[in-house]
């Protein structure tokens, strides 16, 4: 796809969520979606490799969230993957400080290209499953937001990410559409680990019949010490 037609793409889509996109944003855009077809016929990064859709599935999807952000936060995104919802988020919000984390070294390679090719600054990478980072002081309870996509059931999720999170501060999951039973079952997790439930959205990805949800956690207590468990166990064994 050319630049002009991707620009026309990308903005007519995102304007369906109130996003308006910059002439370096629609580049960095371009760039980004570029590389990540021609590093994902060398590495498993997505399924998703036809532009329209990377447009609509990756780009307007993670800008779904930006409604969350705030300029100058601190925002950690784990399990990360190809960089989704991080670097679209640091891409639309320039200002933001965020942390990529991710357990599989190839990934991480890829996303020092992306950042380096589109020169992103305050953009931090990290190598390492989210239990192991949670129990480092240097990241324990450092973030405004922490933000996943695709990562994982809600009660283990809620273990990797609320560790992370400032009080006051907000854990963002971009989910399936049917989440009632997940919800339910990870109220507990959720009590246990510091955090009460603010919002859930339900919505349609703009004008397509994929559904989504936003689930809205604010960390209202300290993470008792205990948590995470050790690597692995949140997703054997999710607090029930």
Not at 215 to 229: A, C, E, H, I, S
């Amino acid at each position: 796809m050319q630049i002009e037609e991707f620009s026309q793409k990308i903005s007519a889509n995102m304007s369906k969520i109130n996003v308006k996109l910059t002439e370096k944003q629609i580049k960095n855009f371009y760039l980004y979606m570029n590389l990540l077809i021609e590093w994902n016929q060398k590495i498993n990064l997505t399924s998703i490799v036809e532009p329209d859709e990377i447009i609509i599935k990756h780009f307007v999807d993670c800008g779904t969230i930006l409604k969350y952000i705030n300029d100058d936060d601190k925002i950690i995104d784990v399990g990360t993957g190809a960089g989704f919802p991080g670097i679209p988020i640091k891409i639309l919000k320039e200002n933001v400080n965020i942390t990529l984390v991710d357990s599989l070294n190839k990934r991480v390679v890829f996303l020092n290209e992306i950042c380096a090719k589109l020169k992103l600054e305050n953009v931090n990478i990290i190598h390492s499953r989210a239990e192991d980072l949670a129990i480092n002081n240097q990241y324990r309870a450092k973030y405004n937001k922490a933000v996943s996509r695709a990562v994982a059931n809600l009660s283990t999720l809620s273990e990797y990410l609320l560790p992370f999170i400032k009080i006051d501060g907000k854990m963002i999951a971009m989910k399936g559409f049917e989440i009632e039973e997940e919800i339910n079952n990870a109220k507990k997790a959720i009590n246990i680990l510091g955090g009460k439930i603010e919002k859930i959205e339900k919505f349609n990805l703009i004008d397509t019949e994929n559904k989504r949800s936003i689930v809205v956690v604010k960390k209202v207590n300290d993470t008792p010490k205990q948590y995470p468990r050790k690597a692995g166990k949140p997703a054997k064994e999710p607090i029930r």
